[in-house]
């Protein structure tokens, strides 16, 4: 069903997936790196949100502050093939991110399946329909995380492995959104916040779940990551509704820098 025009253009620019500012950490000491980098994936991994968006990249908002390009700096591969895209679901990566994967790719990241869930309209109704219908809208996406995903994200790890036989592939999860309390005083209901939170646990469990199953992928958990630095705490890594729009629910380039590169670095 198409939603009308303004509600499209919220869903579109609210988080791009995820159930899901100060100075930047420091990235790895710069090493070379053998063979190879391909970064795919949704907006979490395009660093939408961080800023200094590349300019080619368009839509996709891939951004120089994103870990992707943020450990390619730092480790020098033979090749980085930067894919990820803004709003990327399971049947996007399988369509258009996997070419440039060969058998000389040995390094490959992705977060995917927020999309997938529908999370981008489920933050929408959340923040304009409230509390019960933010729950019903969760719960519709944990069925589906619950009982779909899974399926998906097989074909995307085959295709991976296909493509890219020598390749280790990190996995990456998404953060969650809110402190609960936390010190927000206005936005949605603790009880929607903590609903929220719940979802990103379900995908992040399916997905570890998944991975699992194929030697020589790694999962990457960025939750332990953002504790202390949700939505809702003084030292926020993850915008709110904000402006641009399309940054809402995403990470900072902190986010990226100190959330998402370590905890790559670490499995890469």
Same mark, same amino acid.
């Given at each position: 069903?198409?939603?009308?025009?303004?509600?499209?253009?919220?869903?579109?620019?609210?988080?791009?997936?995820?159930?899901?500012?100060?100075?930047?950490?420091?990235?790895?000491?710069?090493?070379?790196?053998?063979?190879?980098?391909?970064?795919?994936?949704?907006?979490?991994?395009?660093?939408?949100?961080?800023?200094?968006?590349?300019?080619?990249?368009?839509?996709?908002?891939?951004?120089?502050?994103?870990?992707?390009?943020?450990?390619?700096?730092?480790? *020098?591969?033979? &090749?980085? #093939?930067?894919?990820? +895209?803004?709003?990327?679901? =399971?049947?996007?990566? %399988? $369509?258009?991110?996997? !070419?440039?994967?060969?058998?000389?790719?040995?390094?490959?990241?992705?977060?995917?399946?927020?999309?997938? *869930?529908?999370? &981008?309209? #489920?933050?929408?109704? +959340?923040?304009?329909?409230? =509390?019960?219908?933010? %729950? $019903?809208?969760?719960? !519709?996406?944990?069925?589906?995380?619950?009982?779909?995903?899974?399926?998906?994200?097989?074909?995307?790890?085959?295709?991976?492995?296909?493509?890219?036989?020598?390749?280790?592939?990190?996995?990456?999860?998404?953060?969650?959104?809110?402190?609960?309390?936390?010190?927000?005083?206005?936005?949605?209901?603790?009880?929607?916040?903590?609903?929220?939170?719940?979802?990103?646990?379900?995908?992040?469990?399916?997905?570890?779940?998944?991975?699992?199953?194929?030697?020589?992928?790694?999962?990457?958990?960025?939750?332990?990551?953002?504790?202390?630095?949700?939505?809702?705490?003084?030292?926020?890594?993850?915008?709110?509704?904000?402006?641009?729009?399309?940054?809402?629910?995403?990470?900072?380039?902190?986010?990226?820098?100190?959330?998402?590169?370590?905890?790559?670095?670490?499995?890469?």
């Amino acid at each position: 069903m198409r939603m009308p025009a303004s509600r499209r253009l919220l869903a579109s620019t609210l988080a791009a997936g995820a159930l899901l500012t100060g100075g930047l950490a420091l990235a790895p000491s710069a090493q070379a790196a053998t063979g190879g980098y391909v970064a795919l994936g949704d907006s979490y991994s395009s660093g939408v949100g961080s800023g200094s968006y590349i300019s080619a990249s368009g839509s996709c908002y891939r951004s120089t502050l994103a870990y992707p390009y943020l450990w390619q700096k730092a480790h *020098a591969p033979s &090749s980085f #093939t930067f894919a990820a +895209c803004s709003g990327a679901t =399971t049947a996007d990566v %399988l $369509s258009g991110q996997l !070419s440039g994967l060969n058998s000389g790719t040995t390094e490959v990241s992705i977060t995917i399946g927020g999309n997938d *869930a529908g999370f &981008s309209s #489920t933050m929408e109704t +959340c923040v304009l329909d409230g =509390t019960s219908s933010c %729950l $019903s809208a969760v719960n !519709s996406a944990e069925n589906f995380i619950n009982t779909q995903l899974a399926a998906k994200l097989d074909a995307v790890y085959s295709a991976i492995r296909s493509h890219a036989p020598n390749a280790h592939v990190v996995v990456l999860d998404y953060p969650h959104l809110y402190a609960v309390p936390g010190d927000c005083l206005f936005g949605i209901s603790n009880t929607s916040r903590t609903a929220i939170n719940g979802a990103a646990d379900d995908l992040a469990s399916v997905t570890a779940k998944e991975v699992a199953k194929y030697g020589n992928f790694s999962f990457g958990d960025v939750r332990s990551a953002f504790s202390g630095h949700e939505i809702c705490t003084d030292s926020e890594w993850l915008h709110s509704t904000t402006w641009p729009i399309y940054e809402s629910y995403h990470p900072t380039a902190n986010g990226q820098s100190g959330g998402y590169l370590p905890v790559f670095g670490a499995h890469a």
